[in-house]
């Protein structure tokens, strides 16, 4: 695996790669890395042959008081896990790479980044898409590999390419779960043992909800007792059930459904969904 810290070190190699008629596929990361990321990478060395990911920890995605200064840095295990499955290079650029001319962006996601967690993150998706810009500029990628769970970052990423109109294909992949059902993230680490138990309920009760909804109970009575159960052991900052398609609320003709949440326990903020078709009209 081959480490760059400079965009021109790496371009000159990616270039060398295009001249090669090779494609590349992008799996962007702020490191701290599971078994949800390794499936990304799996994904990507399926598509194509060369595989670049990077590990950034974006500032501008972290408003003030957010955990940009305690997000977990696990570089040695990383490395050795991405070179376990062949990733062809490893890219590390330091915040100046990144962001040579400060950090404002001309690039505004809308609406879809107010929604959601964007009501309790403002400044977030802004931060994200800006940063992914700068990833596509500068790896030029064929395609770009996204994980399911961060699924309102997924269409928002998948909106940019079509604003912007980018030759890049927004691959993506299911959230990988621990045995338990809970949703694999970096964040887990901050969960203390006790903790870890008790939030296995948040899968559960969506879950429960999928299967509700399934059997005939009313969207709304679903949400509303989902959001219940959940307030019981956590604060929730919000629990939707909509379209999956475009993160708006159903319609009668709307086949694929999300229930997407996010709740805060103890100090640790965790998202979640569950996206399925339905069988009958809702
Ligand atoms: O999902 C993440 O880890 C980040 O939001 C991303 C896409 C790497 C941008 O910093």
Do not use: W
Not at 34 to 40: A, I, V, W
Not at 101 to 113: A, F, M, N, S
Not at 128 to 147: D, L, M, S
Request: net charge negative; aromatic share 8%; with cysteine.
């Amino acid at each position: 695996m081959q480490i760059f810290n400079k965009n021109s070190d790496l371009k000159l190699f990616l270039d060398s790669v295009r001249e090669k008629n090779n494609e590349i596929a992008l799996v962007p990361t702020m490191g701290g890395l599971h078994d949800g990321h390794l499936s990304l990478v799996e994904r990507a060395k399926e598509l194509t042959k060369i595989v670049v990911v990077s590990i950034f920890v974006n500032p501008t995605q972290f408003a003030r008081g957010e955990d940009f200064d305690d997000y977990p840095n696990t570089f040695d295990d990383d490395k050795l896990l991405l070179e376990s499955k062949n990733v062809d290079v490893l890219f590390l650029p330091s915040k100046k790479e990144i962001y040579p001319h400060g950090t404002l962006t001309d690039y505004k996601v809308g609406d879809i980044g107010q929604i959601l967690c964007g009501a309790f993150r403002p400044t977030h998706f802004d931060g994200v898409a800006q940063v992914v810009k700068r990833f596509f500029e500068i790896v030029e990628p064929n395609y770009a590999v996204f994980g399911e769970k961060d699924f309102q970052q997924l269409l928002i990423i998948k909106s940019l390419v079509k604003n912007l109109d980018l030759d890049i294909t927004i691959e993506s992949m299911p959230t990988i779960r621990e045995d338990d059902g809970l949703a694999m993230s970096t964040r887990n680490q901050y969960l203390s043992n006790e903790d870890r138990e008790r939030v296995l309920s948040f899968y559960r009760v969506l879950s429960n909800t999928e299967h509700s909804i399934q059997n005939g109970i009313s969207v709304l009575s679903a949400k509303e007792d989902a959001i219940k159960s959940l307030s019981r052991e956590f604060e929730v900052e919000y629990l939707e059930v909509l379209d999956a398609n475009n993160l708006t609320q159903i319609q009668t003709n709307t086949s694929e459904i999300i229930i997407i949440s996010a709740i805060r326990f103890g100090g640790t903020r965790l998202i979640d969904n569950i996206v399925f078709k339905r069988k009958d009209d809702v």
